[in-house]
């Protein structure tokens, strides 16, 4: 038997597109690494209210150059991100309440569709992600009726708060826990810099598949 | 013939400790891939004056996780980065006009030697820096006649202690265009340059050009390729440039070329 797997926690949100770029690397690289991938729901605007923090995207300089850097990353990373124009003003104004509390119930559940749902969500419009999933639809409907329960907010409330204690400013943060201690890297272009700390190599954000290198 | 080299355009300050970073590997892959490295003095205070944005270390958080971050990359860049625990308020009240003044001055009359002095001056920067006993009043002859180490503090209490601002600031750069290799007449003779209006336009229009560019902090690299400029701002942008150029990317420490024979 060999040496025990190292947990990867991964803090996310899916209003943050730089949260599903790193979650797309992670979840290729968990079935490549000696790692245990954690997925964590969380809500980034409790991330920017404890931190004081602002999203970058209020400063008009750094959403111009999100716009270019996403679509170029983007391509490198193979995650199919289209953003329209006004997608900034669409995000800070409606928010991701409910999609996080509806990933948190699937978490609790259903843990085995957290991956799935979670890309789905961040492919479509919210209210239709389960489906697209292949979650039956009164499965989906009483998801939907768990997410104002207060054991779905009271979870959602304390992993963001982890994320905070762990440091958090913003999303998504990556927790390696390696040989007893934590190390908590922030963005999506910390991946190569994870791999140095667990001692893995780095193949790019896309790596051949397991099986492709038997 | 083979194809041109792509132009590589690295906007920089040295108070930007991941401008540091962005830096060494450039200087490294540009003896490794098909570009040319063209270094661009500028200074990040006009980049946050300009762009509306602020440094990132005055958010706690953030001057937190980069304490953490600069030491991770330091070791996985082979950079030698050490930063003391209050760093940033050094960073922040101190400012880089001057030394960015300098290597606008080199690059203008010494290019060539342009590499060396920015590297020397990063390495330097902070020698005013010094450990003292917390108990040891700050006035004192003992406490200003102290030098710059990189010890552990380990058995002292951090606090940090300014020289005379002027005189040490001057000489700092001196020492590192010296160790860069750089007669010392001659490196007078730049200190004596920065207040030149030549090298503080040069300065500003080069800072200017950086915004102009989309930057609201630095590293900047703007990559010129089949006629289109691509601006990547952070040191950590390095592979996806790679990608762009449709060079090989082998991390932050690529083997030199003479390895790869």
Not at 47 to 72: E, V, W
Not at 85 to 99: H, N, P
Not at 168 to 175: D, E, K, M, R
Request: contains cysteine.
């Amino acid at each position: 038997m060999g040496p025990l797997p190292r947990t990867l926690e991964l803090f996310y949100d899916v209003l943050s597109p730089y949260s599903w770029l790193g979650f797309e690397v992670l979840c290729r690289y968990q079935h490549v690494w000696n790692v245990d991938l954690q997925l964590r729901p969380t809500l980034i605007a409790g991330i920017m209210k404890d931190s004081g923090n602002k999203p970058p995207a209020l400063l008009p300089r750094k959403a111009q150059y999100m716009t270019q850097d996403l679509r170029s990353l983007g391509q490198h990373f193979q995650v199919p991100i289209q953003f329209p124009k006004d997608f900034f003003s669409v995000i800070l104004e409606k928010g991701s309440l409910s999609a996080m509390r509806f990933l948190t119930a699937v978490h609790l559940e259903c843990p085995e569709m957290l991956e799935k749902v979670s890309r789905e969500l961040w492919m479509r419009v919210w209210s239709r992600a389960a489906e697209k999933a292949g979650m039956p639809a009164e499965q989906a409907q009483r998801f939907l009726e768990k997410i104002s329960s207060p054991k779905v907010k009271n979870q959602l409330k304390e992993t963001t708060e982890t994320a905070c204690k762990y440091g958090a400013f913003g999303l998504p943060v990556t927790v390696a826990h390696v040989d007893g201690q934590s190390h908590m890297l922030f963005g999506s272009d910390r991946m190569e810099l994870l791999a140095h700390l667990l001692g893995e190599k780095w193949m790019g954000p896309v790596p051949p598949a397991p099986s492709a290198r038997l």
